[in-house]
């Protein structure tokens, strides 16, 4: 004859199954959610990228990561994931607390939507800021088609956005971005300026020029000029080429 301590025993597993049948699907669930794609207003990435894929979506991640090479370093805007972007993707993957594997997938793709507008710029930065000269002369007018001398704003703020949040996220303020051949001769800007490839950023802001200027060795900025340079010891200049021409002497640069 059975105790009154086993008759209950179907029903409790009866109730353990169920419950083992509910968790299952709340993890598959979980799952299913974790890497579904998200669709953005910019952009949308549709496959983890790794060491040796190529492609458009290489070409934008890239751009996204460009602030990310290491000291004196830059990323190529080439479609080719190679070794170089696979340390900035993890230096990106760092700066904001994700796992540092150098994979760029749903996690790190869900990271840059929070971080970007619908019309692709970080969200600290748009483009009427980096269209400031003479104020503002739309893309046109300098060396480069508008469509170009855009491209290049866009990965110049890109490169911003990474050296503000490595700043603790506090404001760059932008003084000069884009320059027309016209609006540069105006303010006496060099004949060969990157201002008018917009590829550049004057920047001053709540830390000290030369705060802006040792940091910006960091993100892939090939030009800076700041403190002791003739003409700019009231901002730092900040460019995108990529070689580099670096001489803030007050600051020891």
Same mark, same amino acid.
């Given at each position: 004859?059975?105790?009154?301590?086993?008759?209950?025993?179907?029903?409790?597993?009866?109730?353990?199954?169920?419950?083992?049948?509910?968790? *299952?699907?709340?993890?598959?669930?979980?799952?299913? @959610?974790? @890497?579904?794609?998200?669709?953005?207003?910019?952009? @949308?990435?549709?496959?983890?990228?790794?060491?040796?894929?190529?492609?458009?979506?290489?070409?934008?991640?890239?751009?996204?990561?460009?602030?990310?090479?290491?000291?004196?370093?830059?990323?190529?805007?080439?479609?080719?994931? #190679?070794?170089?972007?696979?340390?900035?993707?993890?230096?990106?993957? %760092?700066?904001? &607390?994700? $796992?540092?594997? &150098?994979?760029?997938?749903?996690?790190?793709?869900?990271?840059?939507? %929070?971080?970007?507008?619908?019309?692709?710029?970080?969200?600290?930065?748009?483009?009427?800021?980096?269209?400031? $000269?003479?104020?503002?002369?739309?893309?046109? $007018? $300098?060396?480069? %088609?508008?469509?170009?001398?855009? *491209?290049? *704003?866009?990965?110049?703020?890109?490169?911003?956005?990474?050296?503000?949040?490595?700043?603790?996220?506090?404001?760059?303020?932008? @003084?000069?971005?884009?320059?027309?051949?016209?609006?540069?001769?105006?303010?006496? #800007? *060099?004949?060969?300026?990157?201002?008018?490839?917009?590829?550049?950023?004057?920047?001053?802001?709540?830390?000290?020029?030369?705060?802006?200027?040792?940091?910006?060795?960091?993100?892939?900025?090939?030009?800076?000029?700041?403190?002791?340079?003739? &003409?700019?010891?009231?901002?730092?200049?900040?460019?995108?080429?990529?070689?580099?021409?670096?001489?803030?002497?007050?600051?020891?640069?």
């Amino acid at each position: 004859m059975l105790s009154h301590f086993q008759k209950p025993l179907p029903r409790i597993l009866a109730i353990l199954a169920l419950f083992a049948a509910m968790l *299952a699907t709340t993890v598959a669930t979980s799952v299913v @959610t974790a @890497t579904k794609a998200h669709a953005d207003g910019c952009y @949308t990435w549709s496959r983890t990228l790794t060491e040796g894929t190529s492609g458009e979506d290489v070409r934008q991640l890239q751009i996204r990561v460009a602030g990310y090479p290491a000291y004196g370093g830059h990323i190529a805007a080439d479609g080719a994931f #190679g070794p170089a972007t696979k340390a900035a993707v993890q230096r990106f993957q %760092s700066a904001y &607390g994700l $796992g540092a594997d &150098g994979v760029a997938g749903p996690a790190t793709f869900s990271k840059i939507y %929070s971080l970007q507008d619908d019309d692709c710029t970080p969200i600290h930065f748009t483009y009427a800021e980096l269209d400031d $000269g003479c104020g503002g002369s739309g893309w046109d $007018g $300098g060396p480069l %088609s508008a469509a170009a001398t855009k *491209a290049n *704003a866009l990965q110049t703020m890109w490169q911003l956005e990474a050296m503000r949040h490595a700043l603790g996220d506090q404001p760059l303020t932008i @003084t000069s971005g884009f320059r027309s051949i016209p609006c540069n001769n105006s303010v006496g #800007g *060099a004949s060969n300026s990157q201002h008018l490839y917009g590829r550049s950023a004057d920047l001053v802001g709540v830390h000290s020029l030369c705060t802006l200027a040792k940091q910006a060795r960091y993100h892939g900025f090939g030009g800076i000029f700041g403190p002791g340079y003739p &003409g700019h010891d009231d901002h730092t200049h900040v460019d995108i080429r990529t070689s580099n021409s670096w001489s803030a002497p007050t600051c020891g640069i």
